[in-house]
């Protein structure tokens, strides 16, 4: 349970802080002087706050400051932290770190919303995260001293959507901004739900823990909402059944306002808009770094997202973006060289913090160092190599379409428009997102071998020939499938994966007894909830056996399929229990019955295609 939670919230953070506090145990007691204080907010709610001021009083220091939900211990003026700020290197550069306990969260006062929604044109008393940031680098610049005037503001996940809520209406000494996996609209595409799909499994964990109430500020919540462990999620949730059943007395029972939040809004409505801080995201000009992570399986969309956004309401902008081969804030850890079966063949950790991370605030904060990256920064999965773009997407691209046929194949002539494949989708036993037995999500899956999917009747794939050169795809992929049910509603999932030849060598370090050769490795897969198809706000049932067109737009890649591979998709209507079951009738699933869920037969017509941005060579 314990180790769901830490994924959530950058776990790497923490691996990087005991590796790091291992070799330097007393760097910060010995470097900083620690002070522990209240800073009240306009409305009077006083956030915890935690500084740590260079005890070196020769120069005049920049703030870096980080904003989270998840505890700015230790508390208290003597005891100090391991290791502070986003990385080993800013540490030692030496700014005045801060951290602050957000409104609601451990030992700040106030409430909680978990994305508070952001407020335009506020009264004088109205507040919202970008309040609460203004109001605390204020009292930052009157109270502390020997500071040079400027701010930077980091954070990954949630401390990365605070982080870009400090862009919006921001203090003037706010000089550099690094939000990282910023999360960013939970209906469309981040932790809670994907098209309108609900993520099941680490919703169902992460909210027990982070939805655990208190009735005053505390240094630890004392427990969580209810008692739960499992050594197979996948059985577990399985028997669990219809989503209604997370609100038994066993679970949690209409006890947590968020969860009772997340099953009253099943649809892309006020609720979720007003948490979309996309809409706020205009004319930014303060000097911004994004960071996102290929195989980031929270916040993928939120990185990506948070940049096309800012790119798109202001052409003269100071904007970068920077994706890493990285799960979820593994940017931050002392090494990255290798994720599942994938060898990158450096540290691309390391890389992103000595020479991108820490020179953005040395050089906007300080006046220090150079920093001329370019506008995207690109790892390229597959080639294994870091490329750079004036533009992100880049604009020399093709578009290229694959078309399924009745032979398993993926071809560039189109097929005919009434021959289709079909399988029984059961929602009793769905497909299950990963192969093995599981107690919490298996954090590899997003580059996991789907040999054991493939096989499956429920399961469709197409796959082309062998590859006569490289072909490096650089942006969304685009699935434009005609599909036809016997039911009112469906789930619909595709996956785009590398297929690696027979002679294909193991990667370093491999288990033993693993083979690579033959390995169906995912790229790209993406749900979407086929009555949200025209619209999340409005759902719309399908006419029983009518051809119609479902279009799903996958978060974007960079990766090369290499010469002698083939490229495979597979198609199909669960991912069991990553995101929730679908009674496959139109209706509201959180108040759907056991006798609700019904087989159906599923049909891809041979017209349907995927379409890939192919960069031009």
Not at 182 to 205: I, K, Q, R, S, Y
Not at 343 to 356: A, E, G, L, P
Request: hydrophobic letters at 35%.
């Amino acid at each position: 349970m314990r180790k769901t939670i830490l994924c959530f919230f950058a776990i790497s953070i923490f691996f990087v802080q005991m590796v790091f506090s291992q070799s330097t145990p007393n760097f910060v007691k010995d470097n900083f002087i620690k002070i522990d204080t209240n800073i009240k907010m306009r409305d009077g709610i006083q956030l915890y706050t935690v500084i740590y001021v260079p005890k070196e009083m020769n120069e005049k220091y920049p703030f870096l400051l980080e904003r989270t939900p998840y505890s700015c211990g230790p508390y208290g003026d003597t005891s100090y932290s391991k290791s502070i700020g986003p990385n080993p290197k800013l540490m030692k550069e030496k700014y005045i770190f801060v951290c602050q306990d957000v409104r609601g969260r451990y030992m700040s006062e106030g409430i909680n919303l978990e994305m508070t929604p952001h407020i335009k044109n506020k009264t004088k008393k109205q507040v919202d995260e970008s309040s609460d940031t203004y109001d605390t680098v204020d009292w930052l610049l009157k109270n502390i001293k020997n500071n040079n005037g400027r701010v930077g503001i980091y954070g990954i996940s949630y401390p990365g959507f605070y982080a870009t809520a400090s862009l919006i209406d921001a203090h003037p000494a706010i000089k550099a901004v690094s939000p990282q996996a910023p999360v960013t609209d939970e209906f469309e595409g981040d932790d809670a739900n994907h098209n309108g799909a609900f993520f099941l499994m680490d919703n169902f964990d992460f909210i027990n823990y982070y939805g655990a109430e208190r009735t005053t500020p505390v240094k630890e919540y004392s427990k969580s909402v209810f008692n739960f462990f499992t050594k197979d999620a996948y059985s577990f949730f399985n028997n669990l059944g219809s989503l209604k059943n997370t609100q038994s007395l066993t679970y949690y029972n209409n006890k947590c306002s968020i969860w009772n939040e997340y099953l009253q809004h099943d649809t892309y409505d006020d609720y979720w808009k007003k948490r979309n801080i996309r809409n706020h995201l205009q004319n930014i000009k303060t000097p911004t770094l994004i960071v996102g992570g290929w195989f980031d399986a929270e916040n993928l969309f939120g990185a990506l997202k948070t940049y096309e956004t800012i790119e798109s309401g202001e052409t003269n902008n100071n904007c970068k973006i920077v994706m890493g081969p990285w799960t979820h804030g593994a940017w931050a850890s002392t090494e990255w060289k290798q994720y599942a079966s994938h060898d990158f063949k450096s540290n691309t950790s390391k890389t992103f913090q000595d020479s991108i991370e820490t020179s953005f605030f040395n050089y906007y904060l300080k006046d220090k160092d150079s920093f001329n990256i370019s506008e995207a920064t690109i790892f390229e999965t597959g080639s294994n190599k870091w490329t750079n773009y004036n533009q992100w997407p880049p604009l020399n691209i093709s578009n290229f379409s694959f078309y399924l046929n009745e032979k398993n194949e993926l071809t560039k002539i189109s097929g005919n428009k009434n021959t289709a494949d079909e399988y029984i989708s059961d929602p009793n036993k769905p497909v299950p997102y990963t192969n093995g037995i599981y107690a919490s999500r298996n954090n590899d899956y997003m580059a996991e071998d789907q040999r054991f999917a493939y096989t499956r009747p429920d399961v469709l794939y197409y796959q082309s020939g062998i590859l006569e050169k490289d072909i490096t795809v650089v942006g969304s992929i685009t699935a434009n499938l005609n599909v036809s049910i016997t039911g009112t509603d469906a789930d619909f999932i595709v996956k785009v994966i590398d297929v690696l030849p027979d002679n294909e060598p193991n990667f370093r370090n491999a288990p033993k007894g693993f083979q690579m050769a033959g390995y169906q490795r995912l790229v790209r897969a993406e749900v979407m909830r086929g009555k949200f198809r025209n619209s999340l706000e409005i759902p719309e049932a399908f006419i029983p056996e009518n051809m119609t067109p479902v279009k799903i737009n996958l978060n974007d890649v960079a990766h090369t399929f290499k010469k002698g591979h083939r490229i495979m998709v597979q198609i199909q209507s669960s991912w069991f229990p990553l995101i929730d079951k679908n009674p496959q009738q139109f209706m509201r699933i959180p108040e759907a019955n056991p006798e609700d869920f019904k087989k159906i037969m599923v049909k891809i017509f041979h017209s349907s295609n995927i379409n890939f941005p192919v960069l031009q060579q």
